[in-house]
């Protein structure tokens, strides 16, 4: 480059008239600066490509380079974050633990002396994308669950606790690993299938895998979560499925399931729902032996607005191949329930379930359970709740007669030893106080009348504090 640069001026130079000795020293001076800064030039490129050639910055280096290099790991690093974002699309997690202490009245424990025990549970479940087939869209839903505690022990009562956060393994109390409590698939199909996607109000929803039924069937916004709201076994879900024992699941309250949900959205706020499941009972909830003779569960459920405030109302039917009697005979048992929330005002909601047993041995057959919980806006404290409610449950005509004789255990001696009579009255009374938005403090009071249906004893008495972390 440089030769050709000079052949160029030595050719001009000759085209044009012959210069003063004096004019042909300046000329010359002129080029030998031009050569040089030319060198310069080539030799400052040299080291820029030598530079360039390595993502590595040193301090020797120009700084043009230094500062290119810095600007490209910047939009780098921005393109980075942008795909870790875009993989992260979709994900949901949530995590929570929740510690109960709870003291039982005297006489309320089998020992007949007052008990206290404390426990605690932990939850982490993560949502993730599961997928696209067409306009199909998967997810995929996974549960762990770890804790220590079974909580305190009652005697004989229709209510199968007083605390059904309390979560054990069943190695004992030393051992606290945690159990994969869910893993289920879900296919959300838009309907009608020729239609557009984003303009579809009808799904049909498929679901399988090892799931918690109540996640699908029984909900209730006032009463359904151990871990916020009411925490006795009767009032958190229906009990004739859960404290009576039908829904069948294992000893986490978990089954392997299938299910199908058709989701109509056409009208915003007046939305319905069909359900149909199948879920592993017996051994087979357990995965420790068949799955004949399943849970079969369907529910219709509405959601509507009273005076503009939401509401859900959901009818259910159940039967059980193989639920366990109360003489420790596994029998077909069928029932049919319902369970309703509505806000009645902006901080006031109402709930109530009711459960009614078709067939079955069992010890309770009907089942009635009423409450609500108040928003503390009226005190200034919107975040907190006030909850309570009431429940009963009749002993049912086979276990008034057979109560005080039945000996499941075969041992020789009656499993109850007194004549079951009546209903079985519970009453709960729970303050939320949110301390933040991720630590909330519950102290919590519960009261058992007539428990088991036995007249001739006297009331037990749980007073508890929760405490909730959780995001």
């Known amino acids: 480059m440089r030769i050709k640069l000079l052949a160029a001026i030595l050719a001009a130079g000759l085209a044009i008239p012959a210069f003063a000795a004096d004019d042909l ?37 120009p700084e043009v380079v230094t500062r290119l290099k810095a600007v490209e790991f910047q939009a780098l690093s921005m393109q980075k974050q942008a795909r870790q974002i875009e993989a992260l699309e979709g994900i949901s997690v949530g995590a929570s633990i929740t510690g ?10 089998p020992g007949g002396e007052r008990e206290s025990r404390a426990s605690y549970r932990g939850d982490l479940s993560v949502t993730l994308p599961g997928g696209e087939m067409g306009d199909i869209e998967g997810s995929i839903f996974t549960h762990v669950r770890f804790g220590q505690g079974n909580g305190v022990g009652l005697r004989p009562s229709y209510t199968s606790g007083p605390n059904t956060l309390a979560f054990q393994k069943g190695e004992g109390p030393d051992d606290s690993f945690a159990i994969l409590a869910q893993a289920w698939y879900q296919l959300k199909v838009p309907l009608p299938r020729d239609g557009i996607k984003a303009d579809s109000r009808e799904h049909i ?41 039908d829904i069948g699941a294992d000893a ?17 706020g007046s939305e319905w729902l069909l359900s149909l499941g199948v879920f592993g009972s017996g051994p087979g909830a357990n995965f420790s032996g068949s799955l004949s003779a399943p849970l079969v569960i369907a529910q219709a459920e509405t959601h509507a607005r009273l005076n503009y405030l939401p509401g859900s109302y959901r009818l259910y039917a159940w039967h059980n191949g193989r639920a366990p009697g109360y003489d420790g005979v596994k029998r077909r048992h069928a029932g049919i329930g319902a369970s309703v929330d509505q806000k009645v005002a902006d901080d006031l909601t109402l709930f109530g379930r009711y459960g009614h047993q078709l067939n079955g041995q069992v ?23 006030l909850g309570f409610a009431l429940g009963a449950l009749r002993t049912s005509p086979d276990f008034r007669k057979d109560s005080a004789t039945v000996d499941a255990e075969g041992d020789g001696n009656p499993d109850f030893g007194y004549r079951a009579t009546g209903w079985e009255k519970q009453a709960e009374l729970y303050y939320r106080y949110k301390v933040n938005s991720k630590f909330e403090l519950t102290p919590d009071f519960q009261l058992i009348q007539r428990p088991a249906g036995n007249g001739g004893t006297q009331s037990i008495k749980v007073i508890g504090l929760r405490a909730k972390i959780g995001i």
Not at 207 to 233: L, R
């Open 25 to 61: 020293a300046v000329l010359k001076a002129e080029l030998a600066r031009l050569a040089e800064r030319i060198a310069a030039l080539e030799n400052q490129n040299r080291e820029l490509e030598k530079a360039l050639a390595t993502e590595r910055i040193s301090e020797k280096e």
């Open 100 to 109: 109960v202490a709870q003291k039982v009245s005297h006489g309320g424990t």
């Open 205 to 245: 929803h498929l679901s399988f895998g090892k799931i918690d039924p109540f996640v699908f069937f029984d909900q209730n916004a006032a009463a359904d979560d151990e871990s916020a709201k009411f925490m006795n076994n009767a009032f958190v879900h229906n009990p004739l499925l859960d404290s009576g024992g």
């Open 252 to 268: 986490h309250g978990f089954s392997p399931g299938a299910i199908v949900q058709y989701v109509n959205e056409k009208q915003k």
């Open 363 to 385: 010890r309770f057959d009907r089942a009635v359970t009423v409450g609500a919980e108040l928003a503390g806006s009226d005190w200034g404290r919107a975040a907190d709740g």
